[in-house]
Structure formats: C-alpha cells, structure tokens
C-alpha cells in the first residue's frame, strides 16, 4: 500500500542556514509527489510537485525537492531560511492510479531561531 | 471564485449526535475528496469521489458517510458522533488527477 514517511517530527533551524525536509515514499507505480505547508490555524498551501520529467523540482517561496526513485525519496530544500518559514510541511503521494487523492506524511514542524 | 467551502468552521457535539460537514466547490472539479488532521498524524484520507454518484473509502472511513449527488457537493455524514472523531476535517477538490489540491479552509469539531 501506498505511504509515506517523513522521518523528522521537528526541526530547529537557525534564519539565513539552510533547510533539508525528509520525506521518503512507498508507491508501485510512478509517484506523484507533493510538498504542501501549512502555518498555524491556516489551511495547506501547495509548495510545488514532481509528475515526471526533471528530478529537481523549483516551488513557490524559494522552495525545491528533489525526486530520487533509487532512494524512495522527494527531500525538501531551501538554500536560506527566514523566519516566516516556520510551519508545518507535509509530503505527500498520489493516494490511487488515478491521483485523485493523495496520501499523506505525518508532517514536519519547522521552526526557526534567530 | 470562493474556492472550496466548508461548513460549519467550529462545531461541538455530544456523543451519539449526528452531523454533517457540508463542502462545496465552484470549480467545477470532478474529483473531491475528505482529510482528517490530527496532532503527529498529519492528514488522513477518509472518503473520495472522482464524480458524481461515485465514492470510495480511504484511510479511515468508518464512521464516516459521505454521498456525491451534484458535481458541487460532497458532504461528510457522522450519524453517530464519538469523541475519537474530535479532529479537524478539511474536504479538497481537483480537475483530474493527477493535480494540487485545492483545500477548504477546514472545520474544527469537537465530540464531547
């Protein structure tokens, strides 16, 4: 069945030093992957998603992933953090064949230090 | 556009109530689907729909009713509520698979 697992419950990251977000998938076919945010009380933004094509995928907010079927895994990237960064991030994969759905990770929380 | 809309955003109920969580899209979206977020599970697929007349279960459907009677609606039914179902539920439509999601803003229900 299909899941996903991000390793890291929360992180702690100091503004401006740069950002890796686990996320490892299991699914038979060809992911579909997503990165979505979420900041407190709000609802999910989508940050970017990998179909096919370039394993290194740009997203919104300075944003990148990169796709590696090797290694199971859609790792997310920021090369500079800032403080509004500070969110929960979810990884998820395509729930059925058809993409209607998705699955989900249990999340990462991000937080940032001055 | 207004998107996906969810109602009510707050809800509190007694145990054995029942309820039901509307969502509606102007989207014209084919596909909508049910999540369920709690603290450290991140969200989880209860219920989905790639059309009208057409559900299937995901994750965790029990206790969970839902029916696709127009393209705009997707409604989530608890007929009989139960503290474990306390969570906050966001409902999320899109085109065609595969493509983003387009979440509600999410409502917050509390089962006494």
């Known amino acids: 069945a299909q899941s996903v697992t991000q390793p890291d419950i929360h992180i702690t990251v100091s503004e401006g030093a740069s950002l890796e977000l686990r996320c490892n998938y299991s699914y038979g076919a060809t992911p579909y992957l997503f990165w979505y945010v979420q900041s407190p009380g709000q609802g999910l933004q989508l940050l970017l998603k990998y179909f096919s094509g370039d394993t290194l995928v740009q997203g919104i907010k300075g944003f990148e992933a990169e796709f590696k079927r090797s290694q199971s895994s859609f790792n997310l990237r920021k090369p500079s953090v800032h403080w509004s960064d500070a969110a929960e991030y979810f990884c998820a994969v395509r729930a059925n064949q058809a993409g209607t759905a998705l699955i989900f990770g249990k999340g990462t929380t991000l937080s940032v230090s001055s | 556009n207004a998107g996906v809309t969810q109602t009510p955003k707050f809800q509190v109920l007694k145990t054995g109530q029942s309820m039901t969580l509307q969502c509606a899209q102007d989207m014209n979206h084919e596909y909508m689907s049910w999540y369920r977020q709690d603290p450290g599970m991140g969200l989880r697929l209860i219920h989905y729909s790639v059309g009208a007349g057409i559900t299937d279960q995901g994750e965790v459907p029990n206790g969970y009713n839902v029916s696709r009677s127009t393209t705009e609606d997707f409604p989530l039914r608890l007929l009989s509520a139960a503290p474990s179902q306390t969570s906050v539920y966001f409902c999320?439509?899109?085109?065609?698979?595969?493509?983003?999601?387009?979440f509600g803003e999410g409502s917050r229900l509390t089962v006494l």
């Open positions: 999320a439509s899109t085109m065609q698979g595969p493509g983003e999601l387009f």
